[in-house]
């Protein structure tokens, strides 16, 4: 299959004061034709959102985020991401045991083969 990893450069995420990480410039254009989308498809149906894009802190607006589909924001904690001293972010204990689980599955796929 040839060698399907990142041969990119390291990843530098600026994490914000909120604790939220930046996006990227190519991040905030595709959420911005993202939002330019929906809102052009929801022209007269009942959207009643209006988000907006903020450069520093992500998707913004008010507090009332009403929308025909309900209150879809996230609800849960604040993720506090660890920024490894490689710009890498650590990965949490479930991501780190559900890799394990992989490569343990993998491995034994291939002692089948």
Same mark, same amino acid.
């Given at each position: 299959?040839?060698?399907?990893?990142?041969?990119?450069? &390291?990843?530098? #995420? %600026?994490?914000?004061?909120?604790?939220?990480?930046?996006? &990227?410039?190519?991040?905030?254009?595709?959420?911005?034709? %993202?939002?330019?989308?929906?809102?052009?498809?929801?022209?007269?149906?009942?959207?009643?959102?209006?988000?907006?894009?903020?450069?520093?802190?992500?998707?913004?607006?008010?507090?009332?985020?009403?929308?025909?589909?309900?209150?879809?924001?996230?609800?849960? #904690? &604040?993720?506090? #991401?660890?920024?490894? %001293?490689?710009? %890498?972010?650590?990965? &949490?204990?479930?991501?780190?045991?559900?890799?394990?689980?992989?490569?343990?599955?993998?491995?034994?796929?291939?002692?089948?083969?």
């Amino acid at each position: 299959h040839g060698d399907l990893r990142y041969h990119g450069p &390291t990843a530098k #995420p %600026h994490v914000l004061h909120s604790g939220y990480l930046a996006d &990227t410039h190519e991040v905030a254009a595709a959420k911005s034709d %993202h939002l330019a989308a929906l809102a052009a498809q929801s022209q007269g149906q009942g959207y009643g959102g209006s988000h907006g894009y903020n450069h520093e802190e992500g998707y913004s607006g008010g507090e009332d985020h009403s929308s025909s589909h309900g209150d879809l924001r996230y609800h849960g #904690p &604040t993720a506090i #991401p660890h920024v490894l %001293h490689d710009g %890498h972010i650590a990965d &949490t204990h479930e991501v780190a045991a559900a890799k394990a689980e992989h490569v343990t599955a993998v491995a034994k796929a291939k002692s089948h083969s």
